[in-house]
T-cell receptor
Framework: SQTIHQWPATLVQPVGSPLSLECTVE??????LYWYRQAAGRGLQLLFY??????ISSEVPQNLSASRPQDRQFILSSKKLLLSDSGFYLC?????????????FGNGTRLTVT | GDSVTQMEGPVTLSEEAFLTINCTYT??????LFWYVQYPGEGLQLLLK?????DKGSNKGFEATYRKETTSFHLEKGSVQVSDSAVYFC????????????FGRGTQLTVWP
């Protein structure tokens, strides 16, 4: 069966510090991968998606970047965190077929920038 | 553009009450529609889905019917339990090959014993 792992579960970082969140998927090949952010009191915002190794698309301009160094690994990064980067970050995957393939989410990372 | 609008919460109910969470959408083409649930401290889980007009998705006592004429996908449950307390998200898939979902803002449901 397929599983998705996301870590760390919680993170407190000072403003201006770097960030690296990692997500890995097991039990499937060539998944579509996604990073979402859920800010307090707001819905889910798609930040990045990837359809293959090294292929990253950004949905909104921001202080963050994403990379996919391996087929089932997706990394969210920042060189210098801002207060506005605080939120709940969710990694997800879907089948390569895409359409009608549901999203499977990790348990999320609660990031607090102080 | 494509979007999803959910009723604002929080929704507070007593156990065994009837639940309705409204969801309407705007989309071109023929999107698929989903309800996801997020329990405290966890990621989202797919609750149910419908892929074409008049389809009814159902799971764990929850139901939602894809109404194209009213562009709606309201979530219902006849008798809620304390364990149903969670945040519920309505979402649509515009039908591209990517499978990219547009989510509503979520509705917090709290059920009291």
């Amino acid at each position: 069966s397929q599983t998705i792992h996301q870590w760390p579960a919680t993170l407190v970082q000072p403003v201006g510090s770097p960030l690296s969140l990692e997500c890995t998927v097991e039990g499937t090949s060539n998944p579509n991968l996604y990073w979402y952010r859920q800010a307090a009191g707001r819905g889910l915002q798609l930040l990045f998606y990837s359809v293959g190794i090294g292929q990253i698309s950004s949905e909104v301009p921001q202080n963050l970047s994403a990379s996919r160094p391996q087929d089932r690994q997706f990394i969210l990064s920042s060189k210098k965190l801002l207060l506005s980067d605080s939120g709940f970050y969710l990694c997800a995957w879907s089948g390569a077929a895409g359409y009608n393939s549901p999203l499977h989410f990790g348990n999320g990372t609660r990031l607090t920038v102080t | 553009g494509d979007s999803v609008t959910q009723m604002e919460g929080p929704v507070t109910l007593s156990e065994e009450a009837f639940l309705t969470i409204n969801c309407t959408y705007t989309a071109t083409g023929y999107p698929s529609l989903f309800w996801y649930v997020q329990y405290p401290g966890e990621g989202l889980q797919l609750l149910l889905k419908a892929t074409k007009a008049d389809d009814k998705g159902s799971n764990k006592g929850f139901e939602a019917t894809y109404r194209k004429e009213t562009t709606s996908f309201h979530l219902e449950k006849g008798s809620v339990q304390v364990s149903d307390s969670a945040v519920y998200f309505c979402a649509l898939d515009r039908g591209s090959t990517l499978g990219r979902l547009y989510f509503g803002r979520g509705t917090q449901l709290t059920v009291w014993p």
